[in-house]
């Protein structure tokens, strides 16, 4: 790809699945891309690949992606801000499956926690897919130190990138994703560790294994390497989550056990219909509003009006704030699909902030 010194300018560090589908993706948008991993081989074949343009410390860039273990994440982070041969507005995120450790690690304004709740049974360099987070939801979680433009900066292009933002906050997120993804991925392993097991004794068993089991069992094939640091930072949640599950696999026993068939059915009807209710990729609605509200300059703002849209589930579709010139105060603007302004719009009344609503053609 044939770049330009005008080309908007990224790093990514960690060349691996995601950091390689990044790659990808911004150079398909334009970006000029400069990446590096603790894996040189990594990198290089990341370059032969078209996931970067370059590889090296990409000290001019304006956004960069930590792609590294959750264990390293903030770290790298910190070096990054802390570093005086780089711009003084670079912007930071990252794609851990952990927030809360590393949030409260890096805790910069210019520090945007992120996760992509997307990926793939392909692991490593060779499995990078530009179109990975097309579709998929992609959880920034700003706090109440996060600068409102680094926010909308990350937003802006992770939207780019066809993911639908979500913004949580960091324990939150840890709370939720050891329910929907931590666990999970425990379980496929754990099955498909006794599967295998099984076929030692009988050979036929693995033959057998039909669409269900490999649904089931897909994600099992992931990168087993990520899991130690996202098991040991977000532990408590993982746990809880698999006592619940211990203990509905023990009500499940008992009655089979006893065969209660009414249970039993009820039980799976019941999931049945949760499973054929589970919400599908956002899309971006034909109409879409803006809501311009003056605020006060100064922290926490901006995670105050996402947790808000969280709590009503709203998606807010793109956000910018500009600072006025005249004072401690500016006017943030939040894109959301025109059947639920109104409501975020009386929401933020009722917090004591005016609030305007303009519906966009």
């Known amino acids: 790809m044939t770049t330009t010194t005008s080309a908007r300018r990224a790093l990514v560090v960690g060349t691996g699945l995601i950091g390689g589908s990044l790659g990808r993706a911004l150079r398909a948008r334009g970006w000029h891309v400069t990446g590096h991993d603790a894996e040189p081989t990594s990198a290089r074949r990341a370059l032969e690949l078209g996931a970067l343009d370059a590889v090296g410390p990409g000290v001019d860039a304006e956004l960069a992606f930590v792609a590294t273990p959750a264990g390293h994440a903030a770290a790298v982070a910190r070096r990054l801000l802390e570093d005086p041969t780089r711009p003084p507005e670079l912007v930071v995120t990252d794609v851990s499956g952990v927030k809360a450790p590393v949030v409260g690690a890096v805790a910069h304004p210019r520090f945007v926690g992120g996760h992509p709740m997307a990926g793939s049974e392909q692991s490593g360099i060779e499995g990078a897919d530009p179109e990975l987070f097309v579709g998929a939801t992609w959880v920034l979680t700003p706090t109440a130190d996060t600068d409102p433009a680094a926010y909308a900066t990350v937003a802006g292009v992770v939207a780019s990138l066809g993911a639908d933002v979500a913004a949580l906050s960091p324990e939150d997120h840890d709370r939720l994703v050891a329910v929907v993804s931590h ?38 094939a992931g990168q087993p390497d990520i899991w130690g640091d996202i098991c040991a930072e977000n532990a408590q949640a993982i746990v809880a989550g698999l006592d619940r599950l211990l203990a509905d696999l023990a009500e499940l026993r008992a009655k089979v056990a006893g065969a209660d068939r009414a249970g039993l059915l009820e039980l799976l009807r019941r999931a049945s219909a949760a499973r054929r209710a589970l919400p599908a990729g956002a899309t971006r609605p034909d109409r879409l509003a803006e809501l311009r509200v003056p605020v006060p300059d100064r922290q926490g703002v901006l995670a105050e009006f996402t947790s808000l849209a969280r709590d009503l589930d709203i ?33 933020i009344e009722d917090r004591g902030h005016p609030c305007t609503v303009t519906t966009l053609t």
């Open 183 to 220: 666990v999970p991925h425990l379980v496929a392993a754990t099955l498909m560790n006794a599967a295998a097991d099984g076929a030692r004794a009988d050979g036929a068993l693995l033959r057998l294994a039909a669409g269900g089991f490999r649904d089931m069992t897909r994600v099992a």
């Open 315 to 347: 998606n807010i579709y793109d956000l910018t704030i500009a600072h006025s010139a005249e004072g401690p105060r500016g006017v943030l603007t939040l894109l959301v699909g025109e059947d639920h302004a109104d409501r975020l719009r009386t929401a």
